[in-house]
């Protein structure tokens, strides 16, 4: 009998289909590398699954990376 048991999950570009899935690793105890397409902090926010996922405390830090590859760095506190 052969298992996976993963650290880390990377995951591009996260879909609301994603979010048991997503919650099921974490209750394992996996880390999750996410990235999703959104304007702003806010509009993030504002998709209801990632909003849940962020309350969650999943994701430590968010990264914002802009058209002109300038990124910011900010502790993601709910």
């Not at 993963?6 to 879909?15: G, K, N, R």
């Not at 974490?26 to 702003?40: F, K, N, R, T, W």
């Not at 990632?50 to 990124?71: C, M, N, S, V, W």
Request: net charge negative; with cysteine.
């Amino acid at each position: 009998c052969r298992s996976m048991a993963p650290q880390v999950i990377v995951c591009d570009e996260l879909a609301a289909e994603d979010e048991e899935a997503l919650l099921n690793a974490l209750g394992a105890g996996v880390c999750i590398i996410a990235s999703a397409h959104a304007e702003s902090e806010e509009g993030l926010r504002a998709r209801p699954f990632i909003g849940r996922l962020l309350k969650t405390g999943a994701f430590p830090l968010l990264i914002g990376i802009g058209a002109d590859f300038e990124y910011t760095v900010k502790e993601c506190v709910e």
